[in-house]
């Protein structure tokens, strides 16, 4: 008997028009079968008598009629003048304003104080502009999601596989592409440094240069330079903070958790080459701590099984190879995530290159968590907390510690007595 | 004879204005209902059907009529309530008020008095629990449970696989039993019980 299935199907028993009659009795055999089975039918019952007695709060005649005169007083007022009078150009409603410019927070990296200016450049760019054609919106909200690497808004979830869809990625920069990242580099001048960093330049530009660089090309000025941007300041903090640390006798303990700061963003951020070399660098240190130096050799093992695992030629293969060891190996922390993540983005771009993703039965969805369909179900929870976990040290990074406390919550419920779950709780207590 | 919902979009996206208004009337309620069971506050439950209708309005053109129309206007609801969740800190408040608010029955040690307060308490629980749970999760309960959408239904609205949609609600199910506890579940079945 597989417990989950029984869970999953256990609240159906409620609401019997989902269930067969060959699954209500297939449960109820189960139910009988397990000697906790009984309880667990009792609790069900005792959550849907809960919900029960949640009455509904009737609004008053009185505001329902004048929410219809409102509504229809607000979608017959006149366009504004500069309004686009077309149809096809929806302004920007409060809600989406508020929600765009959550999304902007996403760019305050703490690492980059030039970024904090893009945001402001950005919502300027959006107030001048009074309204956004769908499209371009939908490419704003790409930009920033790409650039977060955190999970999409609900509502953005589709946008994901229609973008990428959509990318092509850059062979060669333009000269004013190329301008535009020396000028975003620019943003570093007034950062004091040392001179470590002399050459990085250079390097950072080749970087860039190089065919397999991944500058996406935007038809709007702004976004192409915060893109530009960001791209060049994760890959210019991880190769400073690299070069920063080491000192002629290794690194000392706060060049080490530096270091492996950069070496877990560029993780997150799929950049496992980067990532791999800051890991090697950090073991070859002499004076890190054990416990950091044991986390290490797990991310950079974790690296080599996930490499491995992607070596298989069928792509579906590969995914459900990285999946399985999602599932079985949650024990370095960041890696799994980032592969996690990585896998997420393979499968969309598989699904819309396939073309799948317009077949509205075939295509892989996601659920809140970000999770697609075809990994869900094999998924443990243990797996879920890490990936709770992960995100959760995200917001922290990115300044966001309600949504951060939110995640280890969801993970501290989970198993609050598992690893994971006291892993959560320690970040809980940390944060107050 | 009321038109046919579905026929009333056809016609509003077809050009026909007034039709808009029949829809208004058709709609409201289910919407109001929907966005309450979401938000657990009137007033926000009020706001987000006003933006839905306009958002309903505004983007006509994007409703495949290929598709329900009904499915289209919830996820642009569902959506709309989710936002807010996400984006208001004042949810929490609206809650504590209206629990505040609900009628005092400490006073009362008749039989009905006691059941009330028991009611009353497993109200207070409950809400506290429903919001607790990550706003999908509660978009899911608010369609399944108090408004009767199969799972296939609530896949079309929420744009995903039912077996997204059946995970969904076993994790909500599962978070608002371990939320409440076996003490507040058994009160709730002999509430039930006695009603």
Known sequence: MDPTWLETHLPLLRYQDELSAEQVAQVLEHLEALPPGSDLRA?????????????????????????????????????????????????????????????????EVPLHPGLAGLR??????????????????????????????????????????????????????????????????????????????????????????????????????????????????????????????????????????????????????????????????????????????EQVRQELVAIQDYRRAQSASDPLLRQRQVATLLRDKPDALVVPAAFYHDLNRRSTAAAVQSQLAFDPSRALRFDELGVPDNVRDILTDATLQVILIQQGLRWEQLGDLIQARNCYQRALQIDPESEHGLQAKHRLSLLG | MA??????????????????????????????????????????????????????????????????????????????????????????????????????????????????????????EIKLAIEDLPPGQRTVVALRHYEGFSLKEIAEIRGCAVGTVKSTLHQAFRSLRNSLGPQALSRASAIQGVA
């Open chain 1, 43 to 107: 609790q069900l019952e005792g959550v849907a008598h809960a919900l029960d007695a949640l009455s509904l709060e009737h609004p008053h005649p009185e505001r329902l009629r004048s929410l219809k005169e409102q509504v229809l007083l607000a979608v017959e007022a006149p366009v504004a003048p500069g309004e686009p009078a077309t149809a096809d150009v929806e302004p920007l409603s409060a809600a989406e304003r508020a929600q765009l410019e959550a999304a902007l927070d996403l760019v």
């Open chain 1, 120 to 293: 402001a450049a950005v919502l300027a760019e959006v107030d001048a502009e009074q309204a956004l054609p769908a499209d371009e919106q939908a490419e704003v909200e790409a930009a920033l999601d790409l650039l977060g690497d955190v999970p999409l808004p609900a509502r953005l979830a589709g946008l994901r596989g229609a973008v990428l869809g959509q990318l092509q990625a850059e062979p060669e920069l333009t000269a004013h592409e190329r301008a535009e990242v020396e000028a975003a580099l620019d943003l570093w001048e007034d950062v004091e440094r040392p001179a470590a960093l002399d050459g990085l330049k250079a390097r950072v530009l080749a970087e860039v240069g190089a065919p397999a660089g991944q500058l996406v090309r935007f038809p709007n000025a702004f976004v192409a330079t915060l893109l530009a941007a960001a791209a060049v300041a994760l890959l210019a903090v991880g190769v400073a903070l690299g070069g920063w640390a080491r000192g002629p006798q290794g690194f000392d303990p706060h060049g080490v958790r530096a270091l492996k700061r950069t070496a877990d963003f560029a993780a997150l951020n799929g950049r496992f080459a980067i990532a791999e070399e800051n890991y090697r660098l950090i073991l070859e240190g002499t004076r890190a701590e054990p416990e950091l130096l």
């Open chain 2, 3 to 124: 038109i046919d919902p579905e026929q009333l979009a056809r016609n509003f996206q077809d050009g026909d204005a007034p039709a808009f208004a029949d829809l208004i009337d058709a709609y409201q309620e289910r919407f109001y209902r929907v966005a309450y069971r979401i938000l657990g506050d009137a007033d926000a439950a009020l706001d987000v059907v006003q933006d839905a209708f306009v958002k309903i309005h505004r983007s006509i053109e994007q409703w495949d009529a290929a598709s329900k129309f009904s499915s289209w206007a919830f996820r642009v609801v569902t959506n709309l309530a989710i936002d807010r969740i996400r984006r208001s800190t004042r949810e929490r408040k609206a809650w504590e008020h209206r629990a505040q608010e609900e009628p005092a029955y400490l006073d009362d040690t008749t039989d009905a008095g006691l059941v009330a307060q028991d009611r009353k308490r497993l109200v207070e």
